[in-house]
């Protein structure tokens, strides 16, 4: 199992169960949507309960509610495409704006291949209907476009080529007449005619794969109980590596968990039959072939999982009781409301791998109970409390038999309760409230277990082209933004003044043009590419850097003599808002402003002379900046006492300002201390509303 997870496949696969978590995550509000509106727009329930009043056809509230399931009905409707994006957003490394504008370009050119081509072979006739030749089923619309019927796989097909696409050919060049279209441009470009490719292949290989998933769709349903367990107990033993999405997503959303017709329509996956029976006034009993890969999570979810929070309570040493029922507590109850159990699971499958097993077992056989008992509750994405009453209680016992459930609930309940206790007693296990003293009551989480399973080391960049313009630009910590055009290479710098022509000429550029904090680097029509690589080169420093000044404490003492102030109270929203980083503000006497800490200074402001930067020994980047908008005033009355790369010591001098100067150009003349990358360290807290002496006063502490 470890040489599976530390190979190629094992990545491939957990990266493609992670871009299936956000189109999954959208169920639940269109389910929430779907399930509320469908139920109380059901004539049936409307008539048993009196309530043509309130809403009854017409009336304000059933507009609404008909609007809330057409609007959960349409999302269900196009999770192809959506699939399709968010496989391509969670699989490109990089420009993954570029990868989900292909995908949804290169969906449509897919499918509208596929329709010219069942035009031109007569499936699909000059009027628009199906030819009597073509199965049921075979077909289905998709977007507006009559295709074959691929469900997400299709999308998925799309999501994985066009991930693989950006990847490729991102940083695509061509030949000078061309260049405009290197780059990223070429993304989708690559994409439309791939797909067309592809959708000319689908044609013809697609009936072939259709019949397969519905013979392996088959051989699941017909396996009887036996099925049921199995597909249960795979699904959670999956989940610590990641994989259960890949599991059953194939089940909910496409042939492999079934096929119904519902009025008149062809509906194929388990989760998709659920929610069109839901939404259809004509269903009096919901198919027990789609719940029984739903169902099956409800009794350990809300039942089970909470009785095995209440054996680590009662295991626990009686001096620890009261912080982990806590604890324990606030996770049983988000399984039971929600259905999200991975505080519970992690936790001991951090300490007793064989109990998550017996786990798994107990979810098989959850999943074979309520086969057996014919329950049939849906879901959109974990069976908590509040799916069980859209989908179980709202839609009564006859559609649903869900009273059948309880007596399972409670007999999991006990069933959890009586083994975890018994098995952590037993073998003594470490359960919260059992661990040695000093040692710290916590749950775990999935990325504890991440990290318990493997740690990676971060590639090395070697990239001195981007390096040269880091230096020509002025420095990692001077650049703000990075954006560019057909030709030019376009920047947001802290600090203009700092940027060098010689060296980013030296990197190609033909031109360099400034203008405020803006820069934009000529490099003609190859720049999409020189900007992807220089992107990545700026997040890999940064990436660095904070590996390097991670968990440091910082002290800073005062830069000038005066009231301190909070930042948010300075009059430009870039430092009011923290936008650049924390810091903090003095209201100056006499215009001197000193080093508040030891470092050395790596930006100086020469013609305006108002800012001047300082990096500390351990890499944290500071910002001395004297003023609003002083950098009008070019220089005038301020004098600068260092340069860049002097060593300096706390209380140094460093600037000395006419404060009546700035004052009657009707300018702030506060001084400002902002630490650049304070998310790299522990949290700042600042003294405000004190009488500060520069360079003796401590105000900004970092713990």
Known sequence: MKKFENSNAFAILQKIGGSFFLPVSILPIAGLLLGVGASFTNQNTIHAYHLEAFLGTGTILNTLLVIMAQVGSTIFGNLPIIFAMAVALGMAKQEKAVAVLSAGISFFVMHSTINALLKSTGQILPNGKYADTVLNGALTNVCGIDSLQMGVFGGIIVGMGVAALTNRFYKQELPAVLSFFAGIRFVPIISVLTFIGVGIISFFIWPFIQTGIFAVGGLV???????????????????????????????????????????GVTVQGAQNIFFAQLASPNTTVFSVDACRFMTGKYPFMMAGLPGAALAMYHCAKPENKKVVGGLLLSAALTSFLTGITEPIEFTFLFIAPALYILHCCFAGLSFLLMHMLNIC??????????????????????????????????LYFVLYY??????????????????????????????????????????????????????????????QGIECCATRLRLTLMNSDSVDEGILKSTGAVGVIKKGKGVQVIYGPQVSIIKSNFEEYVTYLRSKKSEHVNHIKLELRAAATGKVISISEVPDEVFSTCSMGNGYAIQSEDGIVVAPANGMVSMVMKDSKHAVGITLGNGIELLIHVGIDTVDLKGDGFTLFVKQGQKIKTGDKLIEFDKNKIEANKLCADVLVVVLNNEKVPVMQYKTGIHSERGKTIVGIAQ
Request: charged letters at 20%; glycine letters at 10%.
């Open 221 to 263: 349903l017909n396996s009887g109980y036996a099925g049921t367990f199995i597909f249960g107990f795979t699904e959670r033993i999956l989940i610590p590596f990641g994989l259960h999405h890949v599991f059953y997503i194939p089940f909910w959303q496409t042939a492999l968990g079934g096929t119904a017709v519902i009025d």
């Open 377 to 410: 509750i849906g879901t959109t994405f974990s069976c908590g409390l509040i799916d069980f009453t859209l989908y179980g209680l709202l839609q009564g016992s006859a559609k649903t038999n869900w009273p059948y459930i309880i007596p399972v609930f409670i």
């Open 418 to 479: 009586v083994v975890f206790k018994f098995i952590i007693r037993k073998f003594n296990l470490k359960t919260p409230g059992r661990e040695s003293n000093g040692e710290t009551i916590k749950l775990y989480s999935k990325e504890d277990y991440k990290k318990q399973q493997q740690t990676k080391a971060a590639d090395e960049l070697d990239d001195p082209k981007s390096a040269m313009i880091v230096q020509g630009l002025g420095g990692e910590a001077n650049i």
